[in-house]
């Protein structure tokens, strides 16, 4: 057994030699010097065929008929008939060939091996009061550590003190710097490009998002697709099949090098190939652009989609409330401004803090006899100023003025705003209109979706109908349906697919699950829960919107290219019949055009690996095809 796997480990130095062999036999025959010419070929032969013998065993031993096997018989054939140039050109091409396969698998598996390369090892965790270097295999949850300046994040944490820029490419797919303060959440794998961070692990090890990132990819590569199980399934009665028919032929024939030169012709090794390699490359661009696609059969599954229905809050919008409107009425802007930031500093409302981060101010405004009215807003006194800083009924009790913003407030409400007054001294200073924005990418993103092929785009949310038709009437949705519980939208999904549908759902949140794991594909936000992302089928790892089109077009791509792999193979196949019946093919050569053949499909799979949709211009009509190329 250890012979055998020590035979095996030096495959690539016995091509080499079988190789070199070979070259020597044919100096020897320019020479007219018969006897090293015959020697060279048989030891190439005897050399070359052992780790084809072995695997060709192996496989027997778990009753696989291999194409090991195929081209094991024709070897011991050509061997014995006295082919002895045949059998050593068979076992060199077909050994060269497996080395080419490898070399190119690995590097389609580039993915993978980058990501692993990226898993942080060591971690400066306080202990006692002291920074101690430990391997991350030891940090546990809770403990606090260090991080300098060009030093790893070696767990998921929140940072408790310190700030710095952060390089999130490994969990994102973006290289660029992410700015990251005190109570911000960091990603074990990211780098600190500068700054120093004291943080508290929240996971560690595998169950970190970049641990699940690379255990999630690994698993997508090695799983397979329909279309790869079928070949599986093909090719386990097509090799038998091969056998016999040329063992038949050379009994029929009473030719043993034509039923050997069957064996060599039938080997379907483009076939096997092909699909696997498609697979693994399309896999490992989505991992690399910040797309995971969490397997072979969703691949195929996704490329045939024609309806993507969307959750709205944190899916078609950011999930923040943020400032979008601000009309001034009275006195200084930013000073109105300040004087608004500076109470709604005292408040926890989310409509106050989309207020303070609107615009940070260095110094704010001492607030005194602060009362916070419920339901309404809170009255304060700044800068011996009396303020009212709430909703149109708080100002209404105090008699406000507020005609002037009549029109103003009709409009904001027309289109989904929150809307928060300002009153100073009694006299209506600032209106302030807050929504949940939706995302700058995602109209351009459905525009381009639509013209990859996808026919209907379907709003659910659990919001109220008026905002909802707001939202998707801006987007253009096919249909919009708001008000609903999660039941609801998994009913809707269900109903979607009845009427034969392919339906991918894209939502990030806890009550979006059911619709994510129900839909024939589910489409979660990185940035989403935990339950959202482990139920669904593909993860957008940065929640960048427009990775959408990515995806889709990707997928589309990658079982586009496993079916030219498919009919490269089955052409070559037929090529060398033709080519047998007619005389122009026999064994060596046609282990060179099976080899080929192999070499091509991986090139044409390789072709996934640098593979970018085209970005389309919202002025510009693409047809299908050209975006896909």
Not at 453 to 470: C, H, Q, S, Y
Not at 533 to 553: G, I, P, Q, R, W
Request: glycine share 10%.
């Amino acid at each position: 057994m250890k012979l055998q796997q020590k035979i095996l480990y030096q495959e690539s130095t016995i091509t080499a030699i079988s190789g070199s062999l070979i070259i020597a036999a044919f100096i020897s025959s320019g020479l007219h010097f018969k006897a090293g010419y015959t020697l060279a070929l048989i030891v190439a032969s005897l050399l070359g065929g052992m780790p084809i013998f072995i695997k060709a065993y192996q496989a027997l031993r778990v009753k696989v008929i291999s194409i090991d096997l195929l081209v094991s018989l024709a070897v011991v054939g050509a061997f014995f008939i006295g082919e002895f140039n045949e059998s050593a050109l068979v076992t060199f091409l077909f050994l060269f060939g497996s080395l080419l396969e490898q070399k190119t698998l690995e590097k389609t598996r580039l993915a993978i091996k980058s990501l692993t390369q990226m898993v942080p090892k060591r971690a400066f965790v306080i202990r006692s009061g002291k920074v101690e270097e430990v391997p991350v295999a030891q940090v546990k949850v809770s403990e606090q550590l260090f991080v300098k300046t060009g030093g790893q994040v070696p767990v998921d944490g929140v940072i408790t003190s310190g700030e710095g820029y952060l390089n999130e490419a490994s969990v994102t797919g973006e290289a660029r710097l992410i700015h990251k303060t005190k109570g911000d959440f960091v990603f074990a794998g990211t780098l600190l490009d500068n700054g120093t961070l004291h943080l508290t692990a929240q996971k560690v090890g595998e169950d970190t998002t970049f641990g699940k990132i690379i255990a999630l990819v690994e698993e997508a590569q090695d799983s397979k697709s329909k279309a790869e199980r079928f070949i599986d399934r093909f090719a386990k009665f097509y090799t038998p099949f091969v056998f016999i028919l040329a063992l038949f032929v050379g009994i029929i024939s009473r030719d043993l090098s034509l039923g050997i030169t069957i064996l060599v012709l039938g080997c379907p090794g483009a076939l096997v190939i092909g699909v696997p390699v498609s697979n693994v490359a399309g896999i490992g661009n989505g991992a690399k652009s910040g797309i995971l696609l969490k397997g072979g059969e969703i691949l195929d599954t996704f490329s045939q989609v024609d309806t993507f229905v969307f959750d709205k809050t944190g899916t078609l919008t950011t999930g923040k409330t943020t400032v979008a409107t601000l009309k001034n009425y009275f006195g200084n802007q930013e000073e109105n401004l300040r004087i608004l930031a500076s109470v709604e500093k005292e408040s926890n409302h989310p409509l106050g803090k989309a207020i303070v981060n609107y615009q940070m101010f260095e110094k704010y405004l001492p607030v005194k006899n602060t009362h916070v009215l419920k339901g309404r807003g809170i009255k304060a006194e700044v800068l011996q100023h009396q303020i009212l800083v709430g909703n149109e009924k708080l100002l209404q009790e105090a008699g406000v003025n507020m005609d002037i913003a009549l029109k103003d407030q009709i409009l904001l409400q027309e289109n989904a705003h929150s809307l928060v007054y300002l009153a100073v001294d009694g006299q209506l200073a600032q209106l302030v209109g807050i929504k949940d924005q939706v995302r700058p990418q995602a109209k351009a993103t459905l525009r381009q979706l639509k013209k990859l092929g996808i026919k209907n785009f379907v709003m659910l949310t659990g919001d109220n109908e008026k905002t909802a038709e707001i939202v998707g009437e801006n987007l253009g949705m096919s249909e919009i349906h708001g008000g609903l519980l999660p039941a609801d939208k998994a009913e809707f999904i269900t109903q979607l697919q009845k009427t034969g549908h392919k339906v991918a759902f894209v939502g990030d949140g806890v009550n979006d699950s059911p619709a994510i794991a129900l839909a024939d594909i589910g489409i979660a936000m990185g940035n989403g829960t935990d339950v959202a992302v482990e139920t669904s089928d593909v993860v957008l790892m940065n929640s960048d919107f427009s990775k959408l089109v990515h995806a889709y077009a990707l997928t589309k791509k990658t079982v586009w290219n496993m079916k030219e792999n498919i009919a490269i193979a089955v052409l070559t196949v037929v090529f060398l019949l033709v080519g047998l019946i007619f005389g122009y093919i026999y064994m060596a050569s046609g282990m060179l055009v099976h080899e080929l053949s192999i070499l091509v499909v991986i090139l044409n799979g390789m072709r996934l690996i640098p593979y970018k949709v085209k970005k389309l211009d919202g002025n510009q009509f693409f047809k299908k095809k050209e975006v896909l190329q």
